[in-house]
């Protein structure tokens, strides 16, 4: 397993910044554009598995995020961010929610959402997916991305996985951001291999839901 200390970046909407890559996470401090919180809705007929969400009207802390970024970003550099999880029952995976949003509304490409086993506490081998998606605006609070595995992912109770979220290989996303919860395990990912992100008590948010047998 490979461990990190955070490097974190504090900015507004209205400043910039210059990131470089390295063996840190790199995440942003943001101001939220709408004190409006939106209400996120429970998917029907689907079990929830897991999830580290607060309540549907203040699901996660919209001012904070770790970078999504595309091998085009303007920031010179990729990263993928992961989040654990480990079911309490045999199940199948068939639909996760994160809250992905741009950082940059000049990005004109889509993330992507996948299954991945655990290799010694971070990502090991791709189990289902890459789904790819139109993120929402940024800045705001409820709004989840809804992801669909048309293929369920078979998953075993007590065993950790991974959801990760990253690009496709020619990517121009530019800096879109995963809005944090205070967990404080997340994977990251900077094209050298993934990483446990330590040191700082925050964690990417999100929720998986499926069928248990």
Not at 2 to 29: E, I, N, P
Not at 89 to 110: C, E, F, H, M, R
Not at 127 to 137: E, I, N, R
Not at 174 to 199: H, K, M, R
Request: hydrophobic fraction near 40%.
């Amino acid at each position: 397993m490979k461990t990190a200390f955070v490097g974190l970046l504090c900015m507004t909407v209205l400043c910039s910044a210059t990131l470089f890559a390295g063996d840190k996470a790199k995440v942003a401090y943001v101001t939220p554009t709408s004190t409006v919180h939106i209400p996120d809705v429970e998917p029907a007929g689907l079990t929830k598995i897991y999830s580290n969400l607060g309540p549907t009207t203040d699901a996660y802390n919209d001012a904070i995020g770790f970078y999504i970024l595309g091998p085009k970003s303007s920031f010179g550099f990729t990263q993928s961010s992961a989040l654990p999880f480990t079911p309490t029952a045999d199940s199948t995976v068939t639909l996760v929610k994160v809250p992905i949003q741009w950082y940059n509304d000049g990005s004109s490409d889509v993330a992507r959402v996948s299954i991945y086993s655990d290799s010694s506490g971070v990502p090991g081998t791709l189990l289902g997916g890459p789904v790819g998606f139109k993120p929402p605006a940024g800045f705001t609070c409820c709004a989840l991305s809804a992801v669909q595995f048309k293929t369920g992912v078979s998953v075993t109770a007590g065993t950790q996985y991974w959801v990760v979220v990253d690009t496709p290989a020619s990517s121009n996303t530019d800096a879109l951001w995963l809005v944090l919860n205070p967990t404080p395990i997340t994977g990251y990912n900077q094209g050298s291999g993934w990483f446990e992100q330590v040191g700082y008590d925050l964690g990417v948010a999100g929720a998986v839901y499926g069928t248990v047998p």
